[in-house]
């Protein structure tokens, strides 16, 4: 299985999970399989907020799942599309939430958890 870690900087498992998908500099695959990693940086950052292109953004690569903080509802929906599940980071670092997410620790986000928007009024179901 290939989990995808949302991350700010790039300091392989140690890395800081990135509290939203679509703003994350950089994203640690992490192939549970083969016990391999590998960084991508993220090719959509210049999106307009609401408008990620998730499977850009993580440069086409072949997931299954996505561990982040918070995220938008339609990279949800896109990730979704493409059979690819989306976890809540509930630890600081990709080694910690990569052993709660092998466990079944991490909760699956929805449309319900999706981010609502930033600023005074926008409202994100991440902290």
């Given amino acids: 299985m290939k989990v995808c870690f949302a991350v700010q900087k790039d300091e392989g498992i140690n890395s800081a999970v990135f509290n939203h998908f679509g703003s994350a500099p950089n994203f640690i695959v992490i192939d549970t399989a083969l016990d391999q990693t590998?960084?991508?940086n993220n090719k959509d950052l210049d999106h307009v907020h609401g408008a990620c292109n998730p499977i850009m953004?993580?440069?086409?690569?072949?997931?299954?799942a996505v561990v982040v903080g918070g995220i938008g509802a339609g990279a949800i929906r896109g990730l979704?599309?493409?059979g690819i599940r989306v976890y809540r980071s509930m630890a600081s670092t990709v080694k910690e939430n990569l052993?709660?997410?092998k466990n079944g620790g991490l909760p699956e986000m929805s449309m319900e958890h999706a981010c609502g928007?930033?600023?005074?009024?926008?409202g994100c179901g991440h902290h």
């Fill in 117 to 122: 928007g930033h600023g005074q009024q926008g």
């Fill in 38 to 40: 590998v960084t991508v």
């Fill in 57 to 64: 953004a993580i440069g086409g690569q072949d997931i299954d």
């Fill in 99 to 101: 052993a709660l997410f």
């Fill in 80 to 82: 979704n599309a493409k």
